[in-house]
């Protein structure tokens, strides 16, 4: 019947939901630590697991015409663990609490102003490459965590849908280039590191950080905290006064 795709061709014993949830599941684990362990020993950015992880397991859903809907029965399980995966990104932050402490309404001003660059610098660039003002408000919280960048969007009548998919194409570019760019640049303070990291590409850019160094990691994870929550009151009152003013 024209539309209809043979499920799981390849696996005909995984018939049923809970088989199918288990072998997804294990699937994208044993593909991401194989991932992790080519990282790991050829040490070159373009490998990071993440990415790695994506391009194989779309290119094994789409040879064997598996919907998504089926794979999606194992990610919700891993899903299911992101939660308890940001909560750990705490633990270099409380390591790192009286340094933090010292340091913090210094650490607020520059997410503040970094996060409003953010936003407005990315809406402008949006309506100059012909955007209009819907994409340009669904791309303007890119540096935002998804649940408060879709929060956001969905508040100012954009597409949620579009914004997850900058929300990870930009966390994907820092993990991969960002270190390598700071590194390009001589920033070589881990405080400096972790902030721009943590402002700029979230939990993705926070997990590579806490993979360097657990100081880097800790100012990493207040920056994504900090820049999520001054992105949610900005972002409605400043996306609109912007597209406002451009012509």
């Keep these: ?5 043979t499920t799981m061709t390849l696996f005909p014993m995984f018939s049923t939901t809970p088989m199918k949830g288990l072998l997804y599941c294990s699937l994208t684990l044993v593909v991401y630590l194989i991932a992790w362990k080519l990282q790991n020993r050829f040490k070159y950015s ?43 990104l705490g633990v270099p932050l409380y390591q790192q609490m009286r340094d933090i402490h010292q340091e913090l309404p210094g650490v607020i001003l520059v997410v503040f102003i970094s996060s409003l660059f953010a936003l407005v610098s990315t809406v402008i660039l ?19 965590t998804t649940p408060i960048a879709v929060m956001i969007v969905d508040s100012l009548n954009g597409v949620p ?3 997850a998919i900058a929300v990870i194409l930009t966390g994907l570019m820092g993990a991969i280039f960002g270190l390598p760019l700071l590194s390009l640049l001589k920033i070589t303070d881990p405080k400096a590191r972790g902030i721009a990291m ?4 979230h939990a993705l850019g926070t997990a590579r950080m806490v993979q360097s ?12 905290v900090l820049s999520a929550s001054i992105s ?9 006064r912007v597209l406002g003013w451009l012509p």
């Design 161 to 163: 849908s579009l914004t």
């Design 46 to 88: 373009l490998l990071n697991p993440l990415l790695i992880s994506i391009l194989v397991l779309v290119g094994i859903l789409l040879a064997d015409n598996i919907p998504y809907s089926d794979y999606q029965q194992g990610g919700n399980w891993l899903s299911n663990l992101l939660g308890i995966a940001v909560v750990s």
């Design 232 to 240: 949610a009151l900005l972002a409605p009152w400043v996306i609109p």
């Design 213 to 224: 160094s657990l100081k880097e990691g800790a100012y990493s994870a207040l920056a994504l």
């Design 198 to 201: 943590g402002t700029a590409c």
């Design 126 to 144: 949006a309506v100059l490459a012909g955007a209009d003002g819907q994409v340009a408000i669904s791309l303007a919280p890119k540096s935002v």
């Design 1 to 5: 019947m024209a539309g209809t795709y």
